[in-house]
């Protein structure tokens, strides 16, 4: 492996090193003049007068633009535990995705269609200071952002939904005029296969007006492998399933698409509308293998599921944002329409051998589902002096979803379809959610800040399904959330910070769906309209000394939201279902450090967890409690004029949380970068997850049965990116500022 990727190197390097030569007549073109420092790796800062030596050759003719360049240190560490992440000019930057981006950030761990920072639990994303959810969220060009912000103790000011805020910023510029890039990306897996990524986005500003447009398409081919064994050692009633599944996917059309139009009346107000969505259409197969072993002889079932699932979201956006004083107060106003339609054709096939009898039969599942969001938002912020400043804010969503599932089923010998009721269901809910919050920040002396705040929300639901008999629930609750966090300046070198703050997790409406998603006969997922929100109080603790950071915190959850497979309605059925244990406690502690010299930019975080969770309901078996350690290391190696050669490692260990263990994984990636055309064409290649350690598995008990579970992603693979900007301005004057609320979030 490591002779392969110093071949792949060598050949990248002399072969594009013989293209740039050839090409030197096409950099004549671009309209700008660059001057660059000779000690690319060292921070620079120029006086103005030295800037304007610099700017005027020795016949005095203005240069166009002048470019300093130097090597950007990826982390800074705020006082109140936020931690910056810089994305421009890094080897984050070479992400083909924000997904990929952020599996790539410290303390942020993505797995399983779930985003969370260590020590605090799932987080919700917002762009530039505005909640958005999954679908916005994956469909953000890389290329447009400037830097994460991760904030594990978030203010009253962010949607009590989540227990951490990953807030992506986008670049931004005062300049008029064209920006434009084009990303091709071919990924080689050896595990899933080849796919392709297209990405383009344009911006455009004349005057007042400015205009932004994105599209993405990736098509190819994708892969998860899930091994799972379910046993129940009690000889009266044993049993051990060796189940695998293997999704095998065809990315039809998985595109992306945006546009925005903003109007800006004065450099103090502006208004904008936007645009997008995005699209899934996806083929490809899922095969399951089942091999049960019981007191009444072995059995063994193959199910093939021919699927054909296509989703259209949309989204609509109108805000108006104005600075209303000479300090700098500020108001936003903003709504929004979402609207998620979902349609699933898939084909089912299933043989059996039982007692060395043959069986086989078909399935169809048609499902059908809608999701409509309307919301509505407005945010005040009074800035009263220098350090004293008053947010206000109001919230409004009103989200309905429909879904209809209909199963036919069909003996191999007829294939007459008949309905199966026990398999079709309908599905409506219903909610309204109000919240309003206040945030006050000020000074206490000279040397600590302050602020407090608190967030009231109102919910109200109605919920309404067949499955499983009729079922139909209501509620009306509210909650309140309060936030403190504290901020002292002992000195230049060190500071200090101490946090409370609550949150609340909604379920998903699609984990509140009992709807069935068929694996085989015995295996289906299937939701929980009993979930019940689950709330959490963090506290924190942290200092930074010179550049040392250190935290140490404690989160209490009250109804954590998990899941399990449970024993269903025949000895050998098992469902795999979300639920709500008793409690949850989790200890964390973290040391990060960042560094620079002039070729070498570093930074190494070391975290430990301890987590234990708690129930009396589902009968779990109580395991032990031992510590998680996670080890993150990010390096960047520049050789000046050259390339950037680029590593990342990381760690995460085994866990064992009281209700079962989680076994270690890590990823090493490499990569290697080089720009061309004065940076207008850009190549990198990527090495990613070598060795392939990026793998979720665990087991538990629960009830009487025993399961063990290893699940392998697309994650070991080889990439090239070719990027080419264009343009007479590499920035833009749109601001995009939005409203999205959690309820996008949840529709996932």
């Known amino acids: 492996m490591k002779f392969l990727i110093v071949v792949v190197i060598s050949i990248y390097y002399l072969i594009f090193s013989s293209i740039e030569v050839k090409a030197q007549a096409v950099k004549n073109n671009r309209d700008k003049s660059y001057v660059e420092e000779d000690k690319l790796l060292e921070k620079t800062t120029l006086s103005a007068s030295a800037l304007d030596s610099i700017v005027k050759d020795q016949d005095n003719n203005q240069l166009n633009e002048v470019v300093v360049k130097s090597n950007p240190s990826l982390l800074k560490y705020g006082a109140n535990g936020t931690i910056d992440v810089n994305v421009n000019g890094t080897v984050l930057a070479t992400s083909s995705s924000v997904n990929e981006l952020l599996g790539r950030v410290p303390n942020v761990v993505v797995a399983e269609g779930q985003i969370s920072v260590l020590g605090k639990g799932e987080a919700i994303i917002y762009l530039n200071g505005i909640l958005i959810n999954y679908e916005r969220f994956a469909a953000i060009p890389v290329s447009q952002i400037a830097k994460i912000e991760v904030i594990s103790n978030p203010s ?17 510029s005062n300049e008029s005029g064209i920006m434009g890039s084009a990303s091709q990306h071919v990924t080689v897996s050896k595990f899933a296969g080849t796919s392709t990524n297209t990405l383009f986005d344009f911006n455009y500003s004349k005057g007042k007006f400015s205009f932004i447009s994105n599209y993405g398409l990736q098509l190819g081919k994708g892969r998860e492998l899930l091994y799972t064994t379910r046993t129940r050692p009690n000889p009266d009633i044993y049993m051990k399933s060796v189940l695998t599944t293997d999704w095998l996917r065809e990315f039809n059309n998985y595109s992306n698409f945006g546009m925005g139009l903003q109007y800006t009346f004065s450099e103090k107000n502006y208004i904008s509308i936007a645009y997008s969505g995005n699209i899934e259409d996806l083929g490809g197969t899922v095969k399951s293998r089942n091999s049960i072993t019981n007191n009444s002889g072995n059995s063994f079932y193959a199910t093939d599921i021919a699927k054909n699932d296509v989703l259209l979201n949309q989204f609509i956006n109108l805000n108006y944002n104005a600075i209303t004083d000479s300090k700098g107060s500020s108001l936003f106003i903003g709504t929004q329409y979402s609207n998620y339609n979902g349609t699933i054709h898939d084909f089912i096939k299933e043989n059996s051998v039982v007692n060395e009898a043959d069986g086989k039969r078909y399935l169809k599942n048609n499902v059908g589902n809608t999701i409509n969001i309307i919301a509505a938002q407005a945010d005040y912020s009074k800035k009263i002096k220098e350090n004293t400043k008053l947010e206000l804010g109001a919230k409004y969503s009103y989200a309905t979803i429909k879904s209809g599932t209909n199963f036919l089923i069909a003996d191999a010998d007829d294939m007459n379809f008949e309905p199966s009721d026990d398999l079709s269901s309908d599905f409506k809910y219903n909610e309204k959610i109000a919240a309003v919050y206040v945030n006050f920040g000020s000074m206490l002396g000279d040397k600590i800040n302050y602020s407090v705040g608190f967030r009231a929300e109102t919910t109200n639901y109605n919920l309404y399904t067949n499955a499983n008999g009729i079922q139909k629930f209501e509620k009306n609750y509210g909650n309140f959330f309060p936030n403190i966090l504290l901020n002292f300046d002992f000195s230049e070198d060190l500071k200090g910070h101490f946090s409370y703050v609550s949150r609340i997790t909604r379920p998903r409406y699609q984990a509140l769906n009992p709807f069935v998603v068929y694996q085989d006969p015995f295996t289906t997922i299937e939701g929980n309209p009993n979930l019940l929100p689950e709330k959490v109080h963090a506290f924190e603790i942290g200092t930074m000394y010179k550049k ?48 620079n010299v002039k070729w070498w930019n570093s930074t190494n975080t070391v975290s430990m967890n301890l987590t234990k969770s708690i129930d009396n309901f589902y009968s779990f078996e109580m395991s032990p409690v031992k510590p998680q350690f996670y080890l993150y290391s990010n390096n960047t190696f520049t050789i000046p004029k050259l390339f950037k050669l680029q590593l990342l490692a990381w760690y995460l260990g085994d866990r064992s949380y009281g209700l079962g263990s989680d076994n270690s994984r890590s990823t090493v990636t490499l990569g290697i970068e080089r720009n061309f055309f004065k940076e207008a064409l850009k190549l990198n290649f990527t090495a990613n997850d070598i060795f392939h350690k990026f ?49 996008n979030n949840r529709a996932r």
Do not use: C, W
């Not at 404690?554 to 998990?562: A, E, G, Q, R, V």
């Open 695 to 743: 793998m979720v598995s665990g087991n538990y008990e629960v009830g009487q049965t025993q399961i063990y579970y290893h699940r392998t992603y697309t994650t070991n693979y080889f990439k090239l990116i070719a990027t080419y900007s264009f343009g007479n301005s590499k920035k833009t004057t749109y601001k995009k500022t939005e409203i999205e609320q959690s309820e």
């Open 156 to 172: 009253s000011k962010y949607d009590a939904e989540g227990k951490a805020v990953i807030n992506i910023m986008t670049k931004k």
């Open 548 to 595: 040392f950071d250190f935290k140490i915190g404690y989160t209490f959850k009250i109804d954590p939201i998990s899941g399990a497979a449970l024993q269903g309605d025949t000895p050998n059925s098992y469902i795999l279902r979300s639920l709500n244990i008793d409690k949850g406690h989790t200890f964390f502690t973290s040391l990060s450090r960042s560094f």
